[in-house]
Structure formats: structure tokens, C-alpha cells
């Protein structure tokens, strides 16, 4: 047996198979070839096995999504075919005597090179597209691809390091938990573990990636941040043991459904969870959540390999209304940049994304893809109780032009004779030190705050949540993140707005007596911690010191 320590991000115990996650950048060798008719069958077949592999993925997807998400596996089917295309890469193989997997990398190179070359914006964002159907015929080549795909049995994926875009497109179904070798327990790759119930465990090392292979057994405790691989008997027994207790504790949990959020004296809190797509939804109402006080809809995007539409993204919208018939659903405009990079959004490379073209600055310069997004958004309100709100604020002028765009999107559908909600709340994230210090100006322009502790956190002690190597730096309960919050609920309350906590720290049950104190309003936290956090709620006494 062999034990690995990394940092446990969601607790839980997993049983099962490792399955090594196939990075899709991993670089191509060159390598030279004599037999150049046997390089090219194996293209071919490659090619095949793809084509094969995408008209299923395109079945799923249909009876998943929908037919708009679908369509482009069958657009990249079509790629396959292009002419132009496999020439390259036969010309390639031919002349060069060379490997079909390099000759494969350099041609999807090149024409993704001259997409983005183009100046029409729907041909610049087909340059991922060759990418991503290049890296399925290299995987095929190299024998690389997804095989656990095809198998039933969930497995313990491992990896260097998941990106969100790899994340999302994860089989959830088939997923028992995620130990990556590095990572850090703030990134959003470590969320969405949390957002998908499994036990996952962040930086169990180089070493740990170095030892293991597809099918070794191991036990994850997302507790402790242990892996175990071909764990002893003893170990395989505690370990049992443990998630059966665990498992006990969960369900006990359970009966505190339909229960109040209140506290011995009578105090109520709102106890919302957050999501980042529509397929959480399920997980929302079996925790019992009041109501989605963050939906993250930029996965919406990352999850796409083109900006989506305002029909699709409507339809995801109007169903996350309906599913929570009449619950406050608060719907965060797209907070893409920094760690969450999509392709087609053309995005410089910066120094410093997190510092950077993120989120609202994207959206105020950027204002055909925010306007798309707030068109959908108002629309869909007419089927439910909406909230919208905006990411990375840190000024009165910027929350004004925001506002200035929402009523022009307004008067645009009104022009259209398009109905929307009169009652869509208006908020924006407390999430960079700046909001909260001038908050007592921001909160007369909105009805609600949401405090991103992720975010505040990161620009208040100066420490980039993505680099696991300072994490013994981030003192997440630290004074001035507190009283950044405690500014922050003052100042709404002054002025007649609300103030929520939608950030990891929401979920933290040894700061929930001390929110509840400092007067917010609403914790919105992922699913599977809804139960605990009102467990926390009906344990505390306000009237006692
Ligand atoms: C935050 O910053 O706390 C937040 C909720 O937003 P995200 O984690 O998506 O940046
Ligand atoms: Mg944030």
C-alpha cells in the first residue's frame, strides 16, 4: 500500500478504480516514420473511431442538452471530413515521414492559426474547434482517449491539474472523486467538486502522479486529504467503516429537511446554494436549499466551444426558474477571465489574469455579448422570482453604467413588445476590498450584495487563490476579510438593501454565529452543505453573549 497526503476540498470517502486523466495539451513528439502507408491507415482509423465517438457523444448530448448544445458534435463531425484538412495531413505524413499524431498537431496548429486570423467572429472561434477535434484523433492514436467512457464503473479520476473547461466536461455520472497533484482548494476546478458531492483531494503531489496507473485500486478520505492505492486490508476496513459513519451522518442530516433556518431565538436566515448549470438543479432541491443565491453562469460558456446564443441561453435560464418554482434565483452575469479561459473568447495572455480583463470589465467593453446575456436574462424572469447580479465591482461608475445597460436592454424589449419581470432584483458581488470600502455608496444604486469571500479574499491578503503554494498565507477567517463583510452588512442595511455570502467562507459553520451577528442576510453555499449550515443555524443562541 502506498499513501499519498494532499488537501482534502470536499470530505467524503471514495472507493474505487484510478483512471489518469488525459491532459488534452500533452505535448506530441516528433517522430520519423518509414512505412508512410501504414502511418496514414492508422489516421484513418483514428479518424474513424472519432467520428464514431462524437456521434455518440452527440446522441447524449441531444437527450441532454438539447438539440442547439448538440449541434456542434455534428459540426465537428463534419470538420473531420474537410478536404483541406486531411490533405495537410496526409501531404504531411507523406512528405515529411513523419508520425500521424505530429503531423495531426501541426495541421490543427496551422488552421487553428488561420481561423484566428480571420475577421469574422464566428470563423475565428472554429480555431478551437480544429483543436479540440485534433486532440480526439491524437488521443485515438496514441490510444489515449477516454476509455473509461465506454466502461459503466465510476472511477477516481487523477490528473496534474483539471482546468474548470476540463472539469465541466467530465462524466459526471461516472466520476467517484478527483485527486489532482497540484491545484489549490480556493480554485474553481475544487468548487465544482464540491458543487458535484464527491469527495476530492488538491496537490497529493508529483509523485503521487508519477506512481499510479488506470485500474489501480485506492480509497480517497476527502477528510483528511489521504489516498490510499492498492490499499491493505486493515486500511480498505477503517476506511469502510468510516464512510459508513459518514454516510449515517448524511442521512441524519437529511431529516432537517422542510425544517426553518432559524436560530434558538427565533432569528431567520435564508440558506440558498449555488450552481454552476442547470444539471445541479436536482442536487439543489434534494438539500432543501431556500432558493440559488449564485448561479455561475459563465460554465454556460466554458461549457460551449461558441459564445451561446441568447435563445440557448434563455432556455437554460427559464429552466432554472421554473425547476425552483417561485424561489429567489440569482443568476451572476458572466464572470469569465483569470482561471475560467475560453477559447473563443480571444483573450489576451496577461500577467496577471486575475488583476485583469475579467468578468464585468469583459462584459462593459464587450457590451453586444453582455447585452446577449441581459436580453436572455429578462426574458426568462417572467418565469420566476430572478435576482441578477454582477461580478468584480469596484466602483459607483461602473455599477452606473451597468445599470444604464440593463435599462437600455429594457427598452430594447419593451420596443419588441418582449414581456420581463417588473421585479428582478438587482444586485452586485462584494468581491475586490474596493466595494466594500466605498459599499455605503454602492448599496443606494441596488437591492442586494453578495460577498465573493473567494475573490475578496485573494485581493485583501494579496494571495492568488490559484497558487497552492501560499495557501499556508490565506488565513480565510482573517480580521480586515471580516470586517470588510461587517462594513459591508452595515452599510446595506443603511441604505434598505440585503447582503448575502456566496462565497466558499458562506459554508464555513464555525463563522455562522458571527455572520448571523454581523446581520447578513442570506449564506448561499454549494448544495451538499445546506443541510450543515441550517444544522449550524438551529444550534445557535443569539440572546446569549
Ligand atoms: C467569490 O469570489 O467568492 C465567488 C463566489 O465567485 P467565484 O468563486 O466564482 O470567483
Ligand atoms: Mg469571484
Redesign the pocket.
Known amino acids: 500500500m502506498d499513501k499519498y497526503t494532499g488537501k482534502g476540498v470536499y470530505g467524503a470517502i471514495a472507493i474505487g478504480k484510478i483512471s489518469v486523466f488525459k491532459q488534452q495539451d500533452a505535448e506530441v513528439k516528433r517522430m520519423h516514420v518509414d512505412d508512410t502507408e501504414n502511418e496514414k491507415r492508422r489516421f484513418e482509423e483514428a479518424k474513424t473511431a472519432s467520428v464514431k465517438q462524437l456521434s455518440e457523444i452527440y446522441q447524449k448530448a441531444l437527450k441532454e442538452v438539447g438539440e442547439a448544445n448538440a449541434a456542434i458534435f455534428e459540426i465537428h463531425q463534419m470538420m473531420l471530413d474537410d478536404e483541406d484538412y486531411n490533405d495537410s495531413i496526409t501531404n504531411i505524413i507523406e512528405t515529411q515521414h513523419i508520425n500521424a499524431e505530429y503531423a495531426v498537431a501541426v495541421t490543427a496548429d496551422n488552421f487553428a492559426e488561420m481561423f484566428r486570423s480571420m475577421d469574422d467572429a464566428y470563423m475565428k472561434a472554429r480555431a478551437a474547434d480544429i483543436q479540440d477535434i485534433s486532440n480526439r484523433i491524437i488521443g485515438n492514436l496514441s490510444g489515449e482517449t477516454s476509455e473509461e467512457n465506454s466502461s459503466d464503473e465510476k472511477v477516481i479520476i487523477c490528473a496534474y491539474d483539471l482546468a474548470p473547461s476540463e472539469t465541466v466536461a467530465l462524466d459526471k455520472d461516472k466520476v467517484l472523486a478527483f485527486v489532482t497533484a497540484h491545484g489549490s482548494s480556493?480554485s474553481?476546478t475544487a468548487?465544482l467538486a464540491r458543487n458535484m458531492n464527491i469527495p476530492a483531494i488538491i496537490g497529493a503531489g508529483d509523485e503521487f502522479l508519477k506512481n499510479i496507473k488506470d485500474g489501480d485500486q485506492a480509497i480517497v478520505d476527502g477528510f483528511t486529504g489521504e489516498v490510499f492505492v492498492s490499499p491493505d486490508s486493515e486500511t480498505s476496513e477503517k476506511m469502510l467503516k468510516k464512510q459508513a459513519q459518514d454516510e449515517e451522518k448524511k442521512r441524519l442530516l437529511q431529516e432537517l429537511k422542510g425544517k426553518e433556518n432559524i436560530t434558538i431565538d427565533g432569528h431567520k436566515v435564508n440558506i440558498y446554494a449555488?450552481i454552476g448549470s442547470v444539471g445541479d438543479i436536482g442536487k439543489v432541491l434534494a438539500n432543501d436549499a431556500g432558493g440559488i443565491g449564485?448561479f455561475?453562469s459563465?460554465f454556460l460558456y466554458l461549457e460551449n466551444s461558441d459564445f451561446p446564443t441568447e435563445e440557448e441561453q434563455f432556455a437554460a435560464y427559464k429552466k432554472v426558474l421554473e425547476s425552483m418554482a417561485g424561489k429567489k434565483v440569482i443568476i451572476?452575469t458572466l464572470?469569465i477571465g483569470?482561471d475560467?479561459q475560453c477559447d473563443y473568447f480571444q483573450l489576451k495572455k496577461e500577467e496577471n489574469p486575475a488583476l485583469g480583463y475579467r468578468a464585468i470589465r469583459i462584459c462593459l467593453t464587450r457590451p453586444d455579448i453582455f447585452k446577449t446575456q441581459l436580453r436572455a436574462l429578462y426574458r426568462a424572469s417572467v418565469y420566476g422570482n430572478l435576482g441578477i447580479m454582477f461580478?468584480m465591482i469596484t466602483s459607483v461608475l461602473e455599477t452606473e453604467k451597468v445599470l444604464d445597460i440593463c435599462n437600455s436592454v429594457k427598452a430594447e424589449l419593451d420596443s419588441e413588445g418582449m414581456a420581463y419581470s417588473e421585479n428582478i432584483e438587482l444586485g452586485i458581488?462584494i468581491?475586490t476590498p474596493a466595494a466594500a470600502v466605498i459599499s455605503d455608496k454602492l448599496a443606494p444604486l441596488v437591492d442586494f450584495f453578495?460577498?465573493?469571500?473567494?475573490?475578496?479574499?485573494?485581493y485583501t491578503l494579496a494571495c492568488d487563490?490559484q497558487n497552492p503554494d501560499i495557501e499556508q498565507f490565506v488565513d480565510t477567517h482573517h480580521e480586515a476579510v471580516l470586517r470588510l463583510i461587517e462594513m459591508s452588512a452595515t452599510n446595506a442595511h443603511k441604505h434598505g438593501a440585503w447582503i448575502g455570502i456566496?462565497?466558499?467562507?458562506g459554508a464555513d459553520t464555525k463563522l455562522t454565529e458571527k455572520f448571523l451577528r454581523m446581520g447578513i442576510d442570506e449564506l448561499s453555499v454549494s448544495p451538499s452543505f445546506v443541510l450543515k449550515v441550517r444544522e449550524t443555524v438551529r444550534n445557535i443562541n443569539l440572546s446569549q453573549e
Open positions: 480556493n474553481h468548487i449555488n449564485l455561475r459563465e451572476r464572470d483569470a475560467k461580478p458581488m468581491e453578495s460577498v465573493g469571500t473567494n475573490d475578496l479574499t485573494q487563490r456566496c462565497g466558499e467562507l
